[in-house]
């Protein structure tokens, strides 16, 4: 069973030090390092480093994440353009098998998100292309794909990604059944619907290629209708501070904890070792070929008693 975890562009301390403390439980890690520019180049974060020396050192296997993600938003018209010239995504599939194997990486994962329904056929052709340049390298692709629960998808980004056509050219698609409606209070990843997603894919994907995104993250959310992103840590921290109880949807299975702050009240939801055992075994039952952490760092520590049962 893949166990995949990401290395985020925040907490990288956090997320490096349970990487190295749960190494024997994680095939891989995918780092979010670098980000496409015009005429299909590629750019790294700044400030994001790479992997640490002990991470070759011990064998594991890091891929880099490329995105979309500009300025803190996705940059949809950006990757139209690219792919639209002929030239540029001949350069832009050129510099990413360059960085797969100057960097002597087993593969890479792209992560290109909130694209348009007109973006789809460009896009499969791009990724077909791409998946057969690495393959002649010997290297892997990683696709993040949007959750949805029908053909071709309810929104824009989910339209834009046919998981049929690439399920054939990539060799890991993972389902980001995370992020059901940050819009709104609830559950990260609602057991019912994670379902319904992942019965869509294996429906049009081979399941050996199937990854279940599984969140270790939540959650915050303000009267004001501001959100924050939140890790376990920081919750049972603001549940001691403020002195309110977490306590945990009956349905949905995560945590939740109600508190007040300078007037404004508060709501957070955010899956822990339970939650994750749950929606785990909903991939497992329906026959998923592994999970894809969303993000390592700051998590329950009971989640990794689940993942070595899985692994077990």
Do not use: C
Not at 42 to 61: F, K, S, T
């Amino acid at each position: 069973m893949q166990v995949w975890g990401y290395v985020p562009d925040s907490d990288r301390e956090a997320a490096w030090a349970t990487v190295r403390e749960h190494r024997p439980l994680l095939t891989g890690v995918s780092l979010f390092q670098f980000h496409l520019e015009e005429r299909g180049a590629i750019a790294h974060y700044q400030g994001l480093d790479g992997e640490p020396a002990w991470a070759r050192a011990v064998g594991l296997p890091v891929v880099p994440m490329v995105t979309n993600l500009i300025d803190g938003n996705w940059d949809r018209e950006l990757v139209a353009r690219v792919l639209a010239s002929p030239d540029d995504r001949a350069r832009h599939i050129r510099n990413l098998v360059g960085l797969t194997v100057e960097g002597d990486y087993p593969g890479l994962e792209l992560d290109y998100e909130e694209l348009a329904a007109e973006d789809r056929e460009q896009l499969t052709d791009f990724i077909a292309e791409l998946a057969a340049v690495l393959h002649e390298q010997d290297k892997v692709l990683s696709l993040a794909l949007h959750a949805k629960l029908s053909e071709p998808g309810e929104a824009a980004g989910a339209r834009a990604q046919d998981w049929a056509q690439l399920g054939q050219a990539a060799d890991r698609l993972v389902i980001m059944t995370y992020d059901h409606d940050p819009s709104r209070r609830g559950p990260i990843a609602p057991i019912a619907w994670t379902e319904s997603v992942l019965r869509l894919a294996l429906s049009e994907i081979q399941s050996s290629r199937v990854l279940q995104g599984i969140p270790f993250y939540g959650y915050d959310w303000g009267s004001t209708g501001d959100r924050e992103y939140r890790t376990h840590s920081e919750v049972l921290a603001l549940a001691r501070a403020h002195g309110s109880p977490v306590e945990r949807d009956p349905i949905d299975k995560h945590l939740t904890l109600r508190y007040s702050e300078q007037a404004v009240a508060h709501e957070v939801w955010i899956p822990d070792g339970i939650t994750v055992e749950q929606l785990a075994e909903v991939g497992r039952r329906v026959g998923v070929g592994g999970y894809a952490i969303w993000r390592l760092g700051g998590e329950d520590p009971g989640v990794w008693d689940v993942i070595a049962r899985l692994q077990g």
